[in-house]
């Protein structure tokens, strides 16, 4: 089955950490795109400007390679890591935590960075709200205006998200369906454009004197 949500945050969230004199101030945000990753981190780095550990994970979109770690001087795999993991297993995408670290004086070995990391960045998303979004797909349709009509008025009562609509003799429209009423919404259109209900197992994506062709899934 086709996953329909994804889990993000709502807004940003702050927590601070101490293990052996060592401070850990950790950032969470939710992102759209690697600019905005790269923004937040500029903006962490201003407000910590003699920070020598800016430690930071994000993931994005739906697609499992779409991540970052980055351990900013600490050993390898002690810090990035740790953080993606607890962004992981919360099954969050479209998020990037950042961790800085102010070191105390007490080295803590590899083991106690992994865990201080890993803590930081655990308290931090369980301060920040989480919530579930719909994935979306984005279609291009054409068809005659008066099928048109109906597609736009059946789009505004599934209050479904609409765009570049053209109104001639050959109409188009850019619209961004909930996967999770995808099914329900073009079997909505193909009965009312074909003025008969399709039976359960036809293509509802095949309509009379339509185009409807998928653009992207959105997140």
Known sequence: MEIA???TLLCESSTIF???ASKFIAYCSPVKDKSDCLL??????????????LCYAYRLGLDKNNFRTDDAGEPSGTAGKPILAQIDSLELTNII????????????????LI?????????????????????????HITSPSQAMYSILKIAKTFLIQYEDLIIDENASIKISVPIRIETDFFRRVKTIIEEEEPKPNVNVYSIHNCTIELIEKIV
Do not use: M, N
């Open 18 to 20: 101490t293990e052996k």
């Open 5 to 7: 949500t994804y889990k």
């Open 40 to 53: 937040f981190i500029e903006k962490v780095q201003k407000e910590h400007p003699k920070a020598k550990h």
């Open 97 to 112: 935590v950042i961790v800085v670290r102010y070191f105390g004086g007490v080295l803590l070995g590899t083991g106690g």
């Open 115 to 139: 865990k201080a990391y890993r803590t930081s960045a655990s308290l931090t998303l369980q301060e920040a709200t989480i919530l579930e979004k719909d994935i979306l797909s984005k279609y």
